[in-house]
């Protein structure tokens, strides 16, 4: 079973806004990560962050982590219509529990 | 780095007949991990080895499902007496022993039962 809830689902926005994508989950973890899967394809590790951070960047990626609300965003700056994906967060903890998903669609 | 490969990349199948998907993961990548991915939710752990071993199975994973990588290198997913409900995105993923908190997945076998 899937323990992680994305929140939105789905979330269209123009091409050069930000793009923030949260994620809920229910039990313990060493890290959580986020992945981003083209529409049929592989999955793409994206940005991990330990249980002991509150904030990570790479590139145009900003992860927070909040452990006592059990919570985790993603933030997308500066978007591009190549961003447009699926994005999973992934609770870590021997093995990954992945959440629901968020559809993100950036309109050109 | 050639990556996480899985083969065939698509299976259409009847009902009732047998599969298998052979994943090959990165080279000298000691963790193998088998998902399944069903239209529109996330990927959910079937199992993983190390090396040869198996070490968890998904309860997911019923008897008719068998995983098996017999030299610690490849990795086979075979399904019996297959059932429309197995019609999902089998994915394969691997992880290098000094960073096992990262997986690295291969572009998954489609599955289609008729």
């Known amino acids: 079973s899937q323990q992680g809830e994305e929140d939105p689902q789905a979330l269209s926005i123009q091409e050069g806004e930000n793009a923030t994508m949260n994620c809920s989950y229910k039990?313990?973890?060493?890290?959580l990560q986020w992945y981003r899967q083209n529409s049929g394809r592989g999955l793409v590790h994206l940005i991990l962050?330990?249980?002991?951070?509150r904030e990570k960047h790479s590139g145009r990626l900003r992860v927070t982590l909040d452990t006592s609300k059990k919570s985790s965003s993603l933030l997308i700056t500066a978007s591009r219509a190549a961003d447009t994906a699926s994005y999973f967060c992934?609770?870590?903890?021997?093995?990954?529990?992945f959440g629901t998903g968020t559809r993100l669609t950036i309109i050109p | 780095d050639t990556g996480v490969s899985q083969d065939p990349r698509h299976k259409i199948t009847k009902r009732g007949q047998n599969v298998t998907f052979r994943c090959d993961p990165i080279s000298e990548h000691n963790r193998l991990y088998w998902y399944r991915q069903t239209l529109g939710q996330g990927p959910e752990f079937l199992t993983y080895?190390?090396?040869?071993?198996?070490?968890?199975k998904s309860r997911l994973l019923s008897d008719r499902f068998s995983a098996e990588r017999p030299k610690g290198s490849f990795s086979t997913l075979e399904i019996q007496r297959t059932e429309q409900g197995d019609s999902a995105m089998y994915l394969c993923a691997s992880s290098p022993r000094t960073r096992t908190d990262t997986q690295y997945f291969g572009p998954g076998t489609r599955l289609t039962v008729l």
């Open positions: 039990t313990s973890i060493n890290n």
């Open positions: 962050i330990r249980s002991n951070e």
């Open positions: 992934a609770r870590n903890y021997e093995k990954l529990t």
């Open positions: 080895f190390q090396n040869e071993a198996q070490l968890e």
